[in-house]
């Protein structure tokens, strides 16, 4: 619909006779009945005045002239779920005369869906005011509930006449976008062992105890295996110092997110005012958000692949990516150049750790990521809200580490699932 002109009466105006506004008008029908039943005309006179009243009221707030625009600044511009966000909106008055004092709420397309109603003053006119319109500023708080891009507004003003016989509302053009990113949870560190692809931008420290025994060593960190325990080093130090055996030239993780609508069982096909298409995928996003992250702050090189068509900027440019996780949808369009590996890389080298954020998944997906397991150091699966296990009994097999997810567990809770079942799968083997 588009918007109205701002010297225009909006189209969304509504009007209506207050209790007071009906009260008046019975008791004038009722005197006028009176009148034509007793035959004395001053009933007949009282009667039209008080029904003349209530419609003179009506036609007053319906057709008189308000001429309002809206306009919103956020700060912070970009707000994560449930966090909060400064609202400066800013109201002029376009009309000639001054605006009606009433009340006014703002709207957006989450619950509670509208501001308690405040004041709303009387705001001059331009023919008062000279050439440019006149304003009124208001702040409030805004609670974001989902991850989106959304327009907040238009904003309500209520208003009736001076005696309170009828009431009015008049929609203020404009609306302003607000750009709402999954919350980023700061992973536990250590629940998940990444030892194993540790490179220069995590530098261990180098410790010297002469001879042969010189070596790089670090602390030990939860699920090392007790074979890389050096010694010597942890009774220099007092505490386990494991061997730094192995070094690349980049710590590098992969990441990849099921965008397909149709490995999603919830997916309702679209999303509503007040719900998400998909809470398993709600919460992948919001996974891969923490994810990332985590990883990036640790020094790794994060390279993103979806099975859908890519919407998903590089993690190497920060805002982009902030962006579009707050844009990306399920797509019902695959990835031609859908591949597990990062492109030019070779299938035989082992290219550090890759985690998946997957649901329902075809045969094709799963087969493909239990062929390339071997091609990374570390392996884990994250599948949400599955229907069956046999997606991740295949997984499994073939040596990933796997972690049923449903969309109310939160992602830390996941994430420490994650490290106890590669510790289990350590002492197994």
Known sequence: MAEPEPGRPPRSRVARLSRRGWSLG???????LVAYVTGRPEFL???????????LAFLW?????VSLIASRTFLPEVVEVQAETRVRLVVENL???ASPVGYWRDTWP?????????????ISGRAAYGRDAAAEQFDYRLRPTRRGVFEVGPLIVDFGDPFGLADSAVTAVGSNRV???PAVVELAEGALSLAID????RMPTRRSFGGDDDTMTREYRRGDAMRRVHWRATAHHGELMVRQEEQRDHAE???VLETRRSAYRDARGSGTVDQAESEAFEWSVGFVASLSSHLAQRGFQVGLAETGRPQLASIEQPEEFRLSLAEVQLTDQPDAQFSVLRRGARADRRQGSIFAVLSESDDELIDRLARRRTSFDLAVAFVVHPRTPRQMATLSRAGWVCVRVEPQDGVQEAWVAAGAEQESARAGT
């Open 253 to 255: 993780a992969r990441i």
């Open 198 to 201: 540790e490179g220069p931008t």
């Open 110 to 122: 989450w619950p509670p869906f509208v501001t308690a109603p405040s004041a709303f003053p009387l």
């Open 61 to 65: 707030v319906r057709f008189r002239r």
């Open 179 to 181: 750009v709402v990113t």
């Open 26 to 32: 019975v008791v004038g029908v009722s005197a006028i």
């Open 45 to 55: 006179v009282g009667g039209l005045l008080l029904l003349l009243l209530p419609v």
């Open 95 to 97: 009309a000639s005369g």
